[in-house]
């Protein structure tokens, strides 16, 4: 009940504050960008501003300058791939929604917009932005890890690319340096007989989730052949549930008993933090109660 004492509190704050003073810069090009925010300690990089912008009004970031990316070249960008399909990190939420291409390509992404907050963030916020905060809460992380997306990253030492397994480090902790920027992700491609699940329990439509599921299954004559599912809002950061992935291989889809058997082995994969929207106890029934349905759908 305290935490939520403090929250009213601070919203209530949050109506009458303003940010720290700060610099503003927009630079034209990537190497100008990285060059700036090697400049200082504190520099911060803003790509649609939906998370941190209002952190700076509430005085939780009160960075010496901010770098804003909208003006550098490619960052906007959805292309289609070899392998798959590349989204630059200032593509919106509401570009994702849009695209037939990410229906095509990358059909987890687009069946997790719906879910991400309101219209409004949804038409600013990106998806570099949402990767780069990691948000263990967020949908897009979890979409990430569930299909072992591939994050593009530039700094003082060239390109990189990182698998998003290794990019998320706990809470709100990622492999980006100070000096780095979040360039695109790439996805890969549908695999023969792939078939997505998606699921989140949230007390209101574009309210933080309270549990929530992103992964895939392959399927052959109705029988689960393997999986890769990641479980968001129950810890620091995705969660990959391997064991329970094992035990649903060999399990026919349309078989809730059987289900019900595999699903079990979520009490090996999650400890949930409690938080504000619900106890631990809570969470695991909430995870397990949306696999089943998930994965019954797709029965």
Known sequence: MGWAFFLIELLQRYKSMKAASFQ???????????????????ARVLAGGQS??????????????????????????IEETSDGIRLGALVTHGE?????????????????????????????????????????AAEYPAVAVATNAVIEIHGQNGLRRISSAGFFKGLYATDLQPTDILTAVEFFKPKPNERF?????????????????????????NVIQSAQIAFFAVGTQPVLVTHTCEALKGCELSSKEGLQKAVQALEDDLDPMPDLQAN???????AKTLLVRALLKEG
Request: hydrophobic share 45%.
């Open 96 to 136: 994702i929604h849009a695209s037939t291409l990410v229906k095509n390509k990358a059909p987890l992404l687009a069946m997790a917009v719906p879910y991400v907050a309101h219209v409004g963030i949804r038409n600013r916020g990106t998806i570099g932005g949402s990767i780069s905060l990691a948000d263990p």
């Open 24 to 42: 503003y810069e927009r630079p034209q090009s990537l190497l100008q960008a990285i060059s700036l925010l090697a400049s200082t300690d504190d």
């Open 197 to 221: 699940i998606f699921e989140e329990f949230a007390r209101r439509k574009g309210d933080y989730a309270t549990v929530g599921l992103a992964g895939s299954v392959t399927v052959t004559s």
């Open 52 to 77: 941190l912008l209002p952190a700076m009004n509430m005085r939780l970031a009160s960075p010496d300058l901010l770098v804003d990316i909208q003006d550098l070249p490619g960052l906007k960008a």
């Open 280 to 286: 631990r106890y809570t969470k695991l029934h909430l």
